[in-house]
């Protein structure tokens, strides 16, 4: 079963730090680009950051450049997005997405982020 499943969201603290997770499995995970998008209550999904499919080359959103990482574990086929220095406009339904050529298309379920005092 090709599944993409997040994990790690939560509460956090304006100025704190949180990772979150997404574990790939039923298909080959290394041959896909990774992506993570946000999507907060009454707007649009946002794309976040993508990482090549050897964790070498990354590209982020600018509203997140400086505080956001993701970085990727081919062997465990995770996929991970560290966030830092948090603010209450990070706040939303993070998704994780995995791209191959322009027919393969996978999502993950979603985890919540709350960033609040």
């Known amino acids: 079963q090709v599944q993409l499943v997040e994990s790690g969201g939560g509460l956090a603290q304006p100025g704190g730090s949180l990772r979150v997770s997404c574990a790939a499995s039923?298909?080959?995970?290394?041959?896909?680009?990774m992506r993570w998008y946000r999507q907060a209550p009454g707007k649009p999904r946002e794309w976040v950051a993508t990482?090549?499919?050897?964790?070498?080359?990354?590209i982020y959103a600018d509203s997140v450049k400086g505080r956001f990482t993701i970085f990727r574990d081919n062997a465990k086929k995770t996929v991970y997005l560290q966030m830092s220095n948090l603010k209450p406009e990070d706040t939303g339904v993070y998704y994780c997405?995995?791209?191959?050529?322009?027919?393969?298309?996978?999502w993950g379920q979603g985890t919540q982020v709350t960033v609040s005092s």
């Open positions: 990482i090549d499919t050897f964790g070498v080359n990354t």
């Open positions: 039923g298909f080959t995970f290394r041959s896909y680009a």
């Open positions: 997405n995995g791209r191959r050529g322009s027919t393969e298309d996978i």
